[in-house]
């Protein structure tokens, strides 16, 4: 099996390593803008090879599409445009589902396509940010399933679940409505606090002498890429202004707290919040 992978950074390029770990694919084709990606790729052995996009697709059996959503729409219209085999799939690994899902619906190759979100990342970029095991006992998730065909939707379950992955199945709406709350606004919190305190320490050079794990951990996500993390925003910004007003009710309510110096209040909204021990341990 060929398989090209179009964008060969953290999410590809991890893909790549731990699908050879794996066993899957007897030929690895790297498509990417980026010089430098193209290069590091082949030095790192992501990819054995390097293909202009159309040469890449026709070699092609399974194809992933790893590169910013506001470029894999488009992207993915052509790969449906040009691929020959009726048996060749397609999957993205997109962070927002339902505008990409959109425009390809009535496309008359769209069961070759299975629209993907890996829930897996860090907050690093690149070629050299691959991480082998970056899968393993991650979550999966495929949108709209039903209007992938059974063969490439088993094709690319089957492939998940060998990886150590959990697939699940849900409408791109949901989905996108969903991943703002639980991804998209812990990163805009976390860029949003990075800012906050890099502005005051303009004024207050020690600040960070204080900094201890909590912050660091809090602020980890502000270290990802905003050429990644812009257009997934601005996609799905219906949704994540949803999270947002929410998360500002939440946070105007411990304001309130401490404003009236609340103690019974304020340990209310804490416990309220110790409730998420049941769910994430």
Request: aromatic letters at 6%; hydrophobic letters at 40%.
């Amino acid at each position: 099996m060929t398989i090209t992978i179009i964008g060969i950074g953290l999410i590809g390029g991890s893909l790549a390593m731990a699908l050879r770990k794996n066993g899957f694919g007897t030929r690895f084709v790297g498509v990417d803008s980026s010089a430098t990606h193209r290069s590091d790729a082949i030095w790192l052995g992501l990819v054995d090879e390097i293909l202009p996009l159309d040469d890449a697709v026709r070699k092609s059996d399974l194809i992933i599409l790893a590169i910013p959503v506001d470029a894999a729409g488009q992207t993915l219209l052509h790969l449906l445009d040009t691929v020959e085999n009726d048996r060749t799939v397609i999957a993205d690994m997109g962070s927002t589902k339902s505008e990409i899902c959109s425009l390809c619906r009535n496309h008359r190759r769209r069961g070759q396509y299975v629209a993907s979100h890996p829930i897996a990342g860090t907050e690093f970029s690149g070629p050299k940010a691959a991480v082998e095991n970056l899968f393993q006992g991650k979550k999966m998730i495929v949108c709209d399933p039903e209007a992938s065909s059974p063969y490439a939707l088993a094709t690319l379950t089957g492939m998940y679940e060998a990886l150590g992955m959990d697939v699940s199945f849900m409408p791109s709406e949901m989905h996108d409505r969903h991943i703002a709350f639980v991804s998209h606004i812990s990163h805009i919190s976390s860029f949003a606090l990075g800012t906050t305190v890099l502005n005051i320490e303009k004024d207050e050079k020690s600040i960070f002498t204080m900094a201890g794990s909590g912050f660091s951990s809090t602020v980890r996500l502000a270290k990802s890429s905003p050429q990644t993390w812009n257009p997934i925003f601005i996609q799905n910004a219906d949704s994540i202004l949803l999270a947002l007003d929410a998360y500002i009710e939440q946070l105007e309510k411990f304001r309130q707290s401490l404003k009236s110096r609340n103690s019974s209040q304020l340990e209310q909204l804490m416990t309220e919040a110790n409730e998420i021990k049941k769910i994430i341990k």
